[in-house]
C-alpha cells in the first residue's frame, strides 16, 4: 500500500520557524511535493524535490532524504498569513499526487 | 489565481442522483486530474486525462467517471451518487510528466442529502 504520515497540527508564533515532517511509504515515487491550502481555497503548489538534499524558496525550504522516505517542510519568518494546511504529496509516473492527510498550521501574534 | 477554472462552485443533489463537473485547464496544459477531498482529510486521486485518454485512475468505482475535450477541459461524472460522494472536488491541470507543479482549481463543493 502507500501511505503518508504528518503530523496533524503545529503551532508556533509570528516570526519562529517551523518544521513539518512528513514520512512516506510507495511504490513508484518520482518526487515528494508540498502544498499549502488555506480554508476554502486551492492547493497552492510550494516546492518539489526529486532529489535528496534542501530546495529553499524564499522563506519556505523543503528537504528529501530517500534512503530514510522523509521529508520535510521549513518554513521561517512565520507570519499570521501562513496558518494553512500544509500537504506533503508524493509524485508518481504521469504526475499523479498522492497526498498525506494534511498538517493544520496555526500562527499566533 | 492558477488559470484552472471549475464549476459549479456549489451543488446540492439527492442520493442515487448523477453529476456532472467541469474544468476548464489552465492555457497550455495538456493533462488533467481529479481529486476529491473529504473535510480533514488530504485530496484523494480519482483519475488523470491526458491528450483525451484515461491515464491513470485511484481507487474509486467505475460510477466515477471522465472525460477531456480537445481544448483540454475536463468533465468528471459520478453516477447514483451516494452520502459519502460529499466532499470538494478539484481538478488540477499540468503539463506532462512527474516533476511539474500541478495548478489547482478552487473546486466543486459537492453535498448529497
Known amino acids: 500500500g502507500q501511505s503518508l504520515e504528518q503530523p496533524s497540527e503545529v503551532t508556533a508564533v509570528e516570526g519562529a520557524i517551523v518544521q513539518i515532517n512528513c514520512t512516506y511509504q510507495t511504490s513508484g515515487f518520482y518526487g515528494l511535493s508540498w502544498y499549502q491550502q488555506h480554508d476554502g481555497g486551492a492547493p497552492t503548489f510550494l516546492s518539489y524535490?526529486?532529489?535528496?538534499g534542501l530546495e529553499e524558496t524564499g522563506r519556505f525550504s523543503s528537504f528529501l532524504s530517500r534512503s530514510d522516505s522523509y521529508g520535510y517542510l521549513l518554513l521561517q519568518e512565520l507570519q499570521m498569513k501562513d496558518s494553512a494546511s500544509y500537504f506533503c504529496a508524493v509524485t508518481h509516473q504521469g504526475g499523479k499526487l498522492i497526498f498525506g492527510q494534511g498538517t493544520e498550521l496555526s500562527v499566533k501574534p | 489565481e492558477t488559470g484552472v477554472t471549475q464549476s459549479p462552485t456549489h451543488l446540492i443533489k439527492t442520493r442515487g442522483q448523477q453529476v456532472t463537473l467541469r474544468c476548464s485547464s489552465q492555457s497550455g496544459h495538456n493533462t488533467v486530474s481529479w481529486y476529491q477531498q473529504a473535510l480533514g482529510q488530504g485530496p484523494q486521486f480519482i483519475f488523470q486525462y491526458y491528450r483525451e485518454e484515461e491515464n491513470g485512475r485511484g481507487n474509486f468505482p467505475p460510477r466515477f467517471s471522465g472525460l477531456q475535450f480537445p481544448n483540454y477541459s475536463s468533465e468528471l461524472n459520478v453516477n447514483a451518487l451516494e452520502l459519502d460522494d460529499s466532499a470538494l472536488y478539484l481538478c488540477?491541470?499540468?503539463?506532462?510528466?512527474?516533476?511539474?507543479?500541478?495548478?489547482f482549481g478552487q473546486g466543486t463543493r459537492l453535498t448529497v442529502v
Open positions: 488540477a491541470s499540468s503539463l506532462t510528466g512527474p516533476n511539474t507543479e500541478a495548478f
Open positions: 524535490n526529486a532529489l535528496d
